[in-house]
């Protein structure tokens, strides 16, 4: 914790100008609050941008100032200064009420990462507003946070959700998770989680991986909506991660048991077996998960569910981007009109299966009404239909299988559609909706987006980029006492 120090007054303190300020602002407030009603000659003056500016220059040059701040960030750096008004700091922050009530210099020690923004965070106790880049959002909130000033601390954080695309040369996201955590900021904390597992490929590749704690990778493993290429892929990812942090085997081997080894085809696992240190390493922390992995890949789904619990998330795919388990599809002009595509996926991830392929229809309308907004006619005008427009309707998907087979038996699908966004130059997943087999669209789906404007986030040089993945999950039909 910083340690907040001060002096008493050596001279009597000077109200006048930071009030004369403050009355001058409670007027312009007064005034655009006025009631004007029925007066067609009123209007507002509006000069609030020049009482910004001359509020900043107050704090520029320190006229009429009644309190000094000093913030050091070591004993042996020179301190910064502040001429400041006391009035103004205390209207934005509790804390500084309280320190300069009976004092007019106070000394603040801040690390040097906090020192070094001070100034900007005095000004925005001046003027209400502050530019900020990734790396100051931290410290930035830091501050906020510990001087009481929640409006900047909303605003930092809101900057935080906002920016998770943005692209940095060593990544930020994974730090800003943890800040969360720290602060207890569950709504960034979540934000951030979600963002990670969707977007988890563009993450394994970053310097911020090597940064992932313990925590927040079991977290990620345990997820069933993960974005990634494979299963291959995060364990690939995952020995890395382990042979630079060198955790404790009982950590070791709880992250390795969470890699979902059926989802790995067998010539892939025998090659792991062979050539991951790691693997060789904590072998018998995980040889009953790769055995099994081996004989679900062996028989067939039916048969192995006889007698392995097969309702589990170690044979629930997570969402894979590979050809084999699903399609990208790019919409043109999606505001236009109706359109269509087919695709087809292998039935299971089980190599028995692997021959096996389902083909699936997808159909995209654009403005499909619901049944209780389609036309109708009138009884009370013959032939009139009740008026419809184009804005009562709502974008719909529809996926269903071209064909049924014996092969479905034992096996559900889970449909899942990611949409694709450009935030700040990067093309990122932002919107993911899940539906199972029992429904052949997801309810709602783009519900709020506006396919009409060229500008929508959803839209991406006016087209709409969809993944669509088809989730196989095997569930037991005869149990077999064993």
């Known amino acids: 914790m910083a340690r907040l120090t001060g002096t008493r ?20 407030q ?3 609050k006025a009631d004007f009603s029925g007066d067609s000659t009123a209007a507002t003056i509006n000069h609030s941008l020049t009482l910004l500016q001359r509020l900043q220059e107050l704090l520029q040059n320190g006229n009429g100032s009644d309190s000094v701040l000093r913030v050091r960030s070591a004993p042996s750096d020179e301190p910064k200064v502040f001429h400041t008004h006391q009035l103004l700091l205390s209207l934005q922050s509790e804390v500084f009420e309280s320190l300069l009530r009976n004092q007019s210099v106070v000394t603040l020690h801040e690390p040097p990462e906090t020192a070094a923004l001070f100034e900007k965070f005095i000004r925005y106790l001046y ?29 930092v954080a809101e900057y935080m959700r906002t920016h998770l695309a943005s692209e940095s040369s060593q990544g930020h996201v994974v730090g800003w998770y943890h800040y ?19 977007n988890l490929s563009a993450v394994l590749g970053s310097a911020e991986w090597g940064s992932v704690s313990v925590e927040l990778l079991l977290l990620l493993l345990e997820r069933s909506d993960l974005v990634l290429h494979s299963e291959l892929e995060l364990y690939t990812a995952v020995e890395g991660w ?6 404790e085997a009982p950590v070791a081997e709880r992250v390795l ?18 050539q991951s240190a790691v693997l060789a390493r904590h072998r018998g922390a995980v040889q009953d998960l790769l055995f099994q992995a081996f004989q679900f890949h062996a028989a067939s789904p039916l048969h192995f569910a006889k007698y392995f619990d097969v309702n589990c998330s170690m044979f629930l795919p997570r969402n894979y981007l590979a050809p084999s388990w699903g399609s990208q599809w790019v919409i043109t002009n999606p505001a236009r009109d109706d359109r269509s595509t087919s695709f087809q996926t292998q039935l299971g991830p089980s190599s028995h299966d692997a021959g096996k392929r389902v083909t699936w229809n ?3 309308s654009p403005r499909w009404l619901p049944v209780s907004l389609r036309p109708v006619y009138s009884d009370s005008v013959a032939g009139a239909i009740q008026p419809v427009r184009i804005e009562d309707g709502r974008p719909r998907l529809v996926i269903t299988p071209a064909m049924s087979s014996p092969d479905f038996a034992g096996v559900s699908f889970q449909k899942t559609v990611l949409v694709g966004v450009r935030q700040q130059g990067r093309v990122l997943v932002k919107h993911a909706y899940s539906f199972h087999q029992s429904s ?42 064993k």
């Open 9 to 28: 007054p050596v001279a009597t303190r000077r109200w006048g100008c930071a009030a004369a300020f403050l009355l001058l602002l409670l007027t312009v």
């Open 30 to 32: 007064a005034a655009q």
């Open 127 to 155: 003027c209400g507003g502050v530019s900020i880049l990734l790396h100051q959002a931290i410290p930035m909130h830091q501050l906020a946070s510990k001087y009481r000033v929640w409006g900047l601390q909303r605003g």
């Open 180 to 198: 969360a955590v720290r602060v207890g900021d569950a709504a960034l904390q979540e934000s951030c989680l979600q963002f990670l597992a969707w």
């Open 242 to 247: 382990l042979s630079r942090r060198q955790p």
């Open 257 to 274: 048991r969470a890699i979902r080894y059926p989802m790995i085809a067998p010539s892939q696992l025998f090659r792991l077996q062979a």
């Open 362 to 364: 997808v159909l995209f």
């Open 440 to 481: 052949d669209e997801a309810a709602d789906f783009l519900a709020h987006a506006d396919l009409q404007k060229r500008t929508s986030e959803y839209l991406i040089d006016n087209s709409l980029h969809l993944h669509i993945i088809i989730k196989p999950v095997y569930h037991s039909l005869i149990k077999v006492k």
